[in-house]
């Protein structure tokens, strides 16, 4: 895989008259958490942050900040210091913005990359981060609730990134949502979501006491063959 990505980093050097978008970026960087040479997965990080300044200067968006969360989980893994200084900016920068949906979604990657990258607690322990980023979640979501009409539409990948990482606080944000089929579709979201990036059997009493506030009996059938069938692959 680090093959492919070198080599694709140095066609776009060679090649001036082509410009990948952030996009590309983010997926070339997915592998970099799982190399295990640590002198080679330094030197991308510093070729990826050689080559984002463009893709920052077309503005906030979530990809840029999917890119630079996977270039914290791959500091993690060699410079504890950069990678917690590298999420630090990233929800400063994430604070500031004014799209309060893509706000929202982002704080919660960076909720997500904490749980997968932070299990020892030292970051939490030298930055205070994870509290930090729960508050302006909080925040967030209390004022993107007030303003917006279309709730699922408006929290449906912050509850999906959630669900890897802070069920329960996307199970409320699903249960305050303004109508009833909304509130069911992002009950839905949130246990598609499990599904797809968890183990069924330790999640099943969470799972079928969600599955059991669903009011749309077609969507809870579904969901339960749905829950059946990846019990089955397991």
Same mark, same amino acid.
């Given at each position: 895989?680090?093959?492919?990505?070198?080599?694709?980093?140095?066609?776009?050097?060679?090649?001036?008259?082509?410009?990948?978008?952030?996009?590309?970026?983010?997926?070339?960087?997915?592998?970099?958490?799982?190399?295990?040479? @640590? $002198? !080679?997965?330094?030197?991308?990080?510093?070729?990826?942050?050689? &080559?984002?300044?463009? =893709?920052?200067? +077309?503005?906030? #968006?979530?990809?840029?900040?999917? @890119? $630079? !969360?996977?270039?914290?989980?791959?500091?993690?893994?060699?410079? &504890?210091?950069?990678? =917690?200084?590298? +999420?630090?900016? #990233?929800?400063?920068?994430?604070?500031?913005?004014?799209?309060l949906s893509l706000k929202a979604e982002c704080l919660a990657r960076i909720l997500d990359t904490?749980?997968?990258?932070?299990?020892?607690?030292?970051?939490?322990?030298?930055?205070?981060?994870?509290?930090?980023?729960?508050?302006?979640?909080?925040?967030?979501?209390?004022?993107?609730?007030?303003?917006?009409?279309?709730?699922?539409?408006?929290?449906?990948?912050?509850?999906?990134?959630?669900?890897?990482?802070?069920?329960?606080?996307?199970f409320n944000i699903a249960q305050r949502l303004n109508t009833e089929p909304r509130r069911n579709?992002?009950?839905?979201?949130?246990?598609?979501?499990?599904?797809?990036?968890?183990?069924?059997?330790?999640?099943?009493?969470?799972?079928?006491?969600?599955?059991?506030?669903?009011?749309?009996?077609?969507?809870?059938?579904?969901?339960?063959?749905?829950?059946?069938?990846?019990?089955?692959?397991?």
């Open positions: 895989a680090t093959d492919v990505v070198r080599y694709a980093l140095q066609c776009r050097v060679e090649t001036g008259d082509y410009s990948p978008n952030v996009t590309l970026y983010r997926e070339l960087a997915t592998p970099l958490p799982y190399v295990d040479d @640590l $002198e !080679l997965l330094s030197s991308l990080v510093k070729e990826f942050d050689g &080559l984002k300044g463009s =893709a920052e200067a +077309l503005g906030p #968006t979530a990809d840029l900040i999917r @890119l $630079e !969360l996977t270039l914290a989980a791959a500091e993690r893994k060699y410079d &504890l210091r950069a990678c =917690a200084n590298r +999420l630090v900016t #990233t929800f400063l920068n994430v604070s500031a913005w004014s799209d904490l749980a997968n990258i932070d299990a020892d607690g030292a970051i939490e322990q030298k930055e205070g981060l994870r509290s930090v980023v729960l508050q302006e979640l909080n925040s967030t979501v209390v004022e993107l609730l007030q303003g917006v009409a279309e709730q699922f539409d408006a929290f449906r990948r912050v509850i999906r990134t959630l669900a890897r990482c802070e069920p329960t606080m996307a579709q992002a009950r839905r979201e949130l246990i598609y979501s499990i599904l797809e990036s968890a183990a069924v059997d330790t999640h099943w009493p969470w799972i079928q006491s969600t599955i059991d506030t669903i009011s749309d009996s077609n969507m809870s059938a579904d969901l339960i063959v749905s829950v059946l069938s990846k019990l089955y692959q397991q």
